[in-house]
Nanobody
Framework: QVQLVESGGGLVQAGGSLRLSCAAS????????MGWYRQAPGKQRELVAI???????NYGDSVKGRFTISSDNAKNTVDLQMSSLKPEDTAVYYC?????????WGKGTLVTVSS
C-alpha cells in the first residue's frame, strides 16, 4: 500500500517562501508522475505542479515563475519550493501520485499566507 506524507506547511507572510515535501513509502520511480494540488476553502481542488517520470514539469498558471517542483528518486521525495507567496496561495496542499492503474493522495498540509 502506497502512502504519501506531506510536511512543511505552516504560516508565512506574503512575499515569503515555504518548502513542502512529500515522502512516499515506495519508490517514486515506479510512478508515471507525481504532483501537488491544492484546495482553498470553498473552491475546487486545482493543480499546482506536476513532475513526470521523465523529469518534465508543468505548473498551474497562478504559480508559474513562483513555485518549483523537484523530485529525489534516492529519497523517494517530491518537493515544492514556493516563493513570493500571496494570500491567495492559502490552501491545503496535497501530494499525489499516478501509479498507472491507481492514483494516490496524501492527507494534505495547510499553508496559510498572511497579508
Amino acid at each position: 500500500q502506497v502512502q504519501l506524507v506531506e510536511s512543511g506547511g505552516g504560516l508565512v507572510q506574503a512575499g515569503g517562501s515555504l518548502r513542502l515535501s512529500c515522502a512516499a513509502s515506495g519508490s517514486i520511480f515506479s510512478f508515471n508522475a507525481m504532483g501537488w494540488y491544492r484546495q482553498a476553502p470553498g473552491k475546487q481542488r486545482e493543480l499546482v505542479a506536476i513532475i513526470l517520470n521523465s523529469g518534465s514539469t508543468n505548473y498551474g498558471d497562478s504559480v508559474k515563475g513562483r513555485f518549483t517542483i523537484s523530485s529525489d528518486n534516492a529519497k523517494n521525495t517530491v518537493d515544492l519550493q514556493m516563493s513570493s507567496l500571496k494570500p491567495e496561495d492559502t490552501a491545503v496542499y496535497y501530494c499525489a501520485a499516478d501509479g498507472g492503474l491507481k492514483g494516490y493522495w496524501g492527507k494534505g498540509t495547510l499553508v496559510t499566507v498572511s497579508s
